[in-house]
């Protein structure tokens, strides 16, 4: 299952920000973590990260014509903003996985809607570097219906 993971802002700094609310690990090594834990031979995951809505819109743009089986998306702070990217991934004919590193239903309440969970078929939230993991497997699963 050939899966692309889409990071938004401020991932790229993981490790060294807030580590009381997203773990000390950063994201090459969420990375390298879900990649281990995940059968080769079944998952194919291509990572990316960036900060600017903007590219974030055009990746997901560029998807429509990939062949990609499913997408997982942490779009951090854009996922309660942005409409821009809702629209974006409303474009996708696959399944999408909605992750998010913190329990955003236990922080501040601007963090409770997430926009851009209107697009997708999974939500994983408070789970971690594991919720990556786990929103794979979870697209795996409902790919086979």
Do not use: C
Request: cysteine-free; glycine content about 4%; hydrophobic content about 45%.
């Amino acid at each position: 299952m050939k899966i692309f993971v889409l990071n938004g802002p401020n991932l790229n700094m993981l490790g060294t920000r807030e580590k009381a609310i997203y773990g000390p690990n950063t994201l090459k090594e969420i990375e390298d973590f879900t990649t281990s834990k995940l059968d080769p031979d079944i998952f194919n995951l291509q990572w990316w990260q960036s900060n600017s809505e903007s590219e974030i819109i055009d990746r997901i743009q560029k998807l429509t014509n990939e062949n990609f089986d499913a997408l997982i998306i942490n779009p951090a702070a854009f996922s309660h903003t942005s409409i821009a990217i809702l629209d974006a991934l409303r474009m996708l004919k696959i399944p999408i996985a909605e992750v998010h590193l913190s329990n955003v239903y236990t922080r501040e309440s601007f963090r409770h809607s997430l926009l851009t969970a209107q697009a997708a078929s999974i939500i994983m939230s408070g789970l971690g570097k594991s919720g990556y993991y786990y929103a794979a497997l979870a697209l795996a699963d409902l790919k086979k219906g």
